[in-house]
Every structure is written in structure tokens, then in C-alpha cells.
């Protein structure tokens, strides 16, 4: 007995009318759902990701998509999204893949945040007029600092100050690997990221030669398959992140499709052309805090104590304990990756149920480190689900240090969040290694794109805190005080730490 097919989860339809018949979308779509017989182009909808690359492309304006235009009987139980994944395992037996973000319908906490503003008898500050103190450090700081008179009467700095990374504004991009994204996106964001004067993570696949210019502001990703890693590339790196979790999926590894896996990602990874790179869930040299110490101290020993080492975590239940326990470590940052953080291939089940949200995640931890006195020993990196200025402010206002950003810049490359990054046919050059593909992306113009983003939200982030009276980045951090809960409950407000709207 067979299933039968499920209801196309998309229409799409050709204005004949407007269009012109200059085969378009049939160069543009990489997942073949036109194509031509004789003198028209036919459409088979099945195939469609809703990536938008044909609606982009067409000069006539010709090309209309439908979402769901035939769908099952309603249930409140037994959705759509349900029976098709029950399908699809009955079908094949496996996992179901996924891509991007947690994609349910969850309340997302930074929209019920509310920002404040000076009103009367605390005025506030015009940006245009007055200095903005916008650079963020990252590392360790000095619970106090000592100095010293020379003979000559001069005061000498006499603490010795741990390395930090000096950021114009407190977005960097997080890591996306080579061989998850293709080179030119690589590129893109690292150009970028050195006009703006920040840094970009190089995700778990080492780092192209076409990258070493902008070393200088990369931070290399040393994660549990060590993909890549050897004396050079820890040198190269601004900055060492070790991976330890990832929000799309915590608990488990990472892992690039075969296919994506050409001689480029195989000689920069040091793996074998067309396989799987599958990361461990766990680091094999990594069980307890103690472990990680030796990890930390082994990279700064290796690197000369030169560079800062961060440890990245997804956010889970027991977040802050595990982040105090890291502050203690030796290390210099620890990154929060919350549950609606991106991933070019993860299990549904893991992306869709595992993990809690960056908001709650940022201020438990922060609370954690200031009652044990290290909040001063190491910096707060969030990530996951930031998707504009006011959700950089209010995770500041939380209590991070910077954020970073990484669906929000491949957006600003052309992403359509079609969820579709494992298949290694992205259309618009993104999450692809296929050459026809990626030499869609214009390094230099990808570069723009990206760089404008970053200073629109830094502009936004100066004119947000000056409408709160504030003019350092350094005054907002952990300000709990400027945020407002609007429809959050008691214990949800209990653990941000925030008066509700009206208090």
C-alpha cells in the first residue's frame, strides 16, 4: 500500500501575460522546478523551497508563489508540519535534516522587552552632537589595577593586563563554516568586518589561504573534530574559540554533508575529498571543568598567551553554572548560543526542542558571575536569534558584552531563510560549494551589503542609548534597570531580572 504524495507545500504560477519568455528562472533555480518544452516553461511546484531567486530575477515581475495552497484537515493536535514528518520517517527511516533556526511558533522573549527613554528631568543625548562611547573589549579585566612613580615622576601601569579584542561596535559574526557557506560569503563578511573595525568566527573548517589577509580579524574555531587546526591556524587567529555546544543542537556534533565536501573544503579541513565531516558530540579529551582548563591553558601556551581564548556554549538549562565554572577556567569569554541559533544542517527534532532562549540564558549567567565575584574575569559573547539594533540593546541590557550575528548577515547577502542549506544548492551562492552557484555572490559587493548592515544597527544601537540618557556601551551593559517585561509572567520577569511595563 502506498502513502501517496503529501499536499505541495507551495504554487507556483507564471503570469503568460507579463512574461517574456527569457528563461530566467529556469538559470536561476537550482532546485529545477521550471524548465522548458517547446515554446513555454512549465512549472513543477513539488520542487520549490521558496527561496524567492526566481521571484528576484524576474524582469517582468511575472512569478507569483502561493504557501500551502492545498492543505489537510485542521487539527489542533495533529498539524501539518506533524503528519508530514511522520511521512517522511515512514518513508525512509531517519533522521529528518533541517536547516537555519528553531523554526516553531514559540513567543520570542526580546519582543516583550521594552526599552526606556529620558522624558523631562534626566535629559537625553543627540548622538549627532555629542560622543557616543561605542568600543567594546573583549577578554579579561582587572579587578583593580596598580601603578608606580618612576624617578622621573611619570605613572607607570603596573597590572599587567590580559589580551583583549578591540571592537568599533559590538557586533561581530559569528562562525559559519567553509564548506557550510562557500568562500565568497567567507569573503564578504570578512572584508566587512575589517572595514568596520570588528571580527568574524571562521566555523569548525579551518581557514582558506584567500582569507589570511584579514587574519587580523578572524577568530579561528577550534571544535571537537578538530577540522583544520594545527600550530598555523591557531596563530593566524585574532582570537581562539573552542566549541563546546552549538544552540540549532545542543548536546550533539556537527556534521557537512559529503557533498559539499570538494578539494577546496577537503585540503583546508584535512579531511578526505567527498566525506562526511562529523564532528564528536563531545570533546575526547573534555569531561569535566578541570579537562577544560587544560584545553584553555594549552592553547594560550601554544599561542604565547598572545591571544584570548573564548569557549562557546549552547544555552541550556544549567547555562550559568556551567559558564561560572568556564569563567574559572582561564579563559576570556564564553559565547551563548540560544536555541533559535542558525546551522547549515541539524536534526528537526534537535533544532525544533533542544535548548532554551539567548534572553533568559544571558541574564542568568550574568547574575551567576556577578554573586560569585568573576563577572570582571570574563566576557559575556550572545548569539542565536539576533535579528536587529533593539535586540543588540536589550541583550546588553541583559548583561552582554557584544553579540553575534550570523542568519542576520546572510541575509544581508541574499538568504531567503529557506531552510534548505544541506542540500548544497543554494541559489543565491550562500550555503553552496557547487561553482556555478557561489560565483553568484560578488565578494566585493557582499561586502558592502554586510558592512551597511553593521553600521545601520550601530547608528540605531547609539540613538537608542542616547535616548536613554546614556553614552557608553560600558553603562548599558547588565542595566537591567532600562528594560521593561510587557505580557511576561511573574517567573519569566523573576529570571531577567526585570520590573515589569508600568513599574
Not at 554573586?371 to 550572545?382: F, Y
Amino acid at each position: 500500500m502506498t502513502l501517496g504524495s503529501v499536499p505541495p507545500k507551495f504554487k507556483v504560477s507564471i503570469d503568460r501575460d507579463q512574461c517574456m519568455d527569457c528563461g530566467r528562472c529556469i538559470e536561476n533555480c537550482s532546485y529545477g522546478v521550471y524548465r522548458r518544452e517547446g515554446d513555454r516553461i512549465l512549472v513543477e511546484s513539488r520542487k520549490c523551497t521558496a527561496c524567492l531567486r526566481c521571484v528576484a530575477m524576474c524582469p517582468r515581475d511575472a512569478i507569483t508563489l502561493i504557501e500551502k495552497p492545498v492543505d489537510y484537515r485542521s487539527h489542533p493536535l495533529w498539524t501539518r508540519e506533524v503528519r508530514e514528518d511522520i511521512i517522511k520517517q515512514a518513508r525512509s527511516g531517519k533522521i529528518i535534516l533541517s536547516g537555519m533556526g528553531n523554526a516553531r511558533d514559540l513567543p520570542t522573549v526580546y519582543d516583550r522587552l521594552l526599552l526606556d527613554a529620558c522624558q523631562v528631568t534626566n535629559p537625553s543625548i543627540d548622538p549627532l552632537r555629542e560622543p557616543m562611547e561605542l568600543r567594546t573589549y573583549i577578554g579579561k579585566k582587572p579587578s583593580r589595577l596598580k601603578f608606580r612613580e618612576t624617578e622621573s615622576g611619570d605613572i607607570e601601569l603596573e597590572t599587567k593586563l590580559a589580551p583583549n579584542l578591540e571592537l568599533n561596535t559590538p557586533i561581530m559574526i559569528g562562525h559559519m563554516s567553509f564548506g557550510a557557506i562557500s568562500l565568497n560569503s567567507q569573503l564578504s563578511m570578512a572584508k566587512a568586518v575589517k572595514e568596520i573595525g570588528t571580527f568574524m568566527g571562521t566555523g569548525e573548517g579551518g581557514l582558506h589561504k584567500e582569507l589570511y589577509p584579514y587574519q587580523d580579524h578572524m577568530i579561528v574555531q577550534v571544535a571537537s573534530g578538530r577540522f583544520g587546526v594545527n600550530i598555523d591556524y591557531l596563530e593566524r587567529g585574532a582570537a581562539i574559540e573552542i566549541k563546546i555546544g552549538q544552540g540549532a543542537k545542543p548536546g550533539i556534533g556537527g556534521h557537512l554533508p559529503g557533498e559539499k565536501v570538494n578539494e577546496e573544503v577537503s585540503r583546508t579541513r584535512m579531511i578526505p575529498l567527498g566525506s562526511d565531516a562529523i564532528s564528536p558530540a563531545p570533546h575526547h579529551d573534555i569531561y569535566s571543568i578541570e579537562d577544560l582548563v587544560q584545553l584553555v591553558r594549552s592553547l594560550k601556551e601554544a599561542t604565547e598567551w598572545k591571544k584570548p581564548v573564548f569557549v562557546k556554549i549552547a544555552a541550556v538549562h544549567n547555562v550559568a553554572p556551567i559558564a561560572a565554572g568556564i569563567a574559572r577556567s582561564s579563559a576570556d569569554a564564553v559565547v551563548i548560543d540560544g536555541f533559535r541559533g542558525g546551522t547549515g544542517a541539524a536534526p528537526k527534532v534537535f533544532r525544533d526542542h533542544v535548548g532554551i532562549p539567548i534572553e533568559v540564558a544571558i541574564a542568568s549567567v550574568d547574575k551567576k558571575l556577578r554573586e560569585q565575584g568573576t563577572r570582571n574575569e570574563i566576557s559575556i559573547i550572545a548569539s542565536g536569534g539576533i535579528r536587529s539594533s533593539a535586540d543588540l540593546a536589550k541583550s546588553i541590557a541583559l548583561g552582554a558584552d557584544a553579540v553575534y550575528i550570523g542568519t542576520a548577515a546572510l541575509i544581508a547577502l541574499g538568504c531567503r531563510v529557506c531552510g534548505n542549506c544541506y542540500r548544497n544548492l543554494c541559489p543565491w551562492g550562500i550555503a553552496t560549494q557547487e561553482p556555478h552557484l557561489m560565483n553568484r555572490i560578488d565578494p566585493e559587493r557582499g561586502a558592502v551589503q554586510v558592512a551597511n548592515l553593521i553600521k545601520g544597527w550601530t547608528l540605531e544601537l547609539s540613538e537608542l542609548m542616547g535616548a536613554a540618557g546614556i553614552n557608553s556601551i560600558e553603562s548599558l551593559r547588565g542595566n537591567r534597570d532600562r528594560l521593561r517585561g510587557y505580557m511576561l509572567d511573574e517567573g519569566m520577569l523573576k529570571i531577567l531580572d526585570v520590573l515589569p511595563a508600568g513599574a
